[in-house]
């Protein structure tokens, strides 16, 4: 029985090693914030965005994907077109490291051993992790509390990818985030006893957007795409 279960799993772990096609690389691109503080323009990408994405192909129409993504997110409430905030007057700037998993799903077949250019719009979405410092805004000033959180979010993306170069692949998206926060821009202090210089709208969560490309170099055994 048990030479029986490792014949099994070496079995397995061979079909499994040749089914697979994987895809590494990069996203560049820039960011902008969506949230109590600045405008409210749902694609303006006013901050460097910069990081690593890496995809494991499951089908020719869906691949799990993970990503590392560095970026700092602004606001500015003079470059909104809503006047309270003009004259408000509120800044402020945080880095963010940003972790995400999910799933990616094609539109048309993406079957990279076909040996054929090809193209195909796509969704992507999973859950989202940003890590950033905690702020408040005293006398109008951006104040630091000297602690960091991490918001949690949901990406919601659309792209467009082709394999344009032999095996490296190109896409170019646009992915907003929502996240269950509203402590990035400093509306709600995370300490507290702060919570007296809370500001916004209470009921709207932080938002923000990244728009870039990602280039990637996909490697690995031809996949079994075999129906199930």
């Known amino acids: 029985m048990r030479h029986l279960t490792i014949l099994i799993f070496s079995v397995l772990s061979i079909n499994f090693s040749h089914s697979q096609i994987n895809e590494i690389g990069v996203f560049v691109g820039g960011s902008n914030f969506i949230g109590d503080v600045g ?37 500015i409430d003079n470059n909104s077109d809503d006047l309270r905030r003009i004259q408000r007057g509120y800044e402020f700037n945080t880095k963010i490291t940003e972790i995400s998993a999910g799933m990616e799903f094609t539109f048309m077949d993406f079957n990279l051993h076909s040996g054929e250019k090809l193209w195909t719009p796509y969704l992507y979405s999973g859950i989202s992790l940003a890590h950033h410092d905690n702020y408040y805004f005293l006398n109008g000033l951006q104040t630091p509390e000297n602690s960091s959180s991490w918001a949690y979010g949901v990406p919601i993306t659309l792209g467009f990818k082709t394999n344009f170069l032999g095996n490296i692949i190109l896409g170019i998206e646009v992915s907003a985030r929502y996240t269950f926060s509203d402590e990035i821009d ?15 709208n209470i009921n709207n969560n932080d938002w923000y957007v990244f728009s870039g490309i990602t280039l990637t170099y996909t490697f690995g055994e031809n996949p079994c795409f075999c129906v199930e």
């Not at 901050?47 to 560095?70: C, D, E, M, P, T």
């Not at 400093?186 to 916004?200: A, L, M």
């Open 39 to 75: 405008a409210t323009d749902y694609i303006s990408p006013n901050q460097l965005a910069i990081g690593g994405i890496y995809k494991w192909n499951r089908s020719k129409r869906h691949s799990y994907r993970a990503s590392v993504i560095f970026t700092e997110l602004e606001g």
């Open 186 to 200: 400093g509306s709600i202090p995370d300490d507290q006893w702060r919570q007296q210089y809370r500001f916004g």
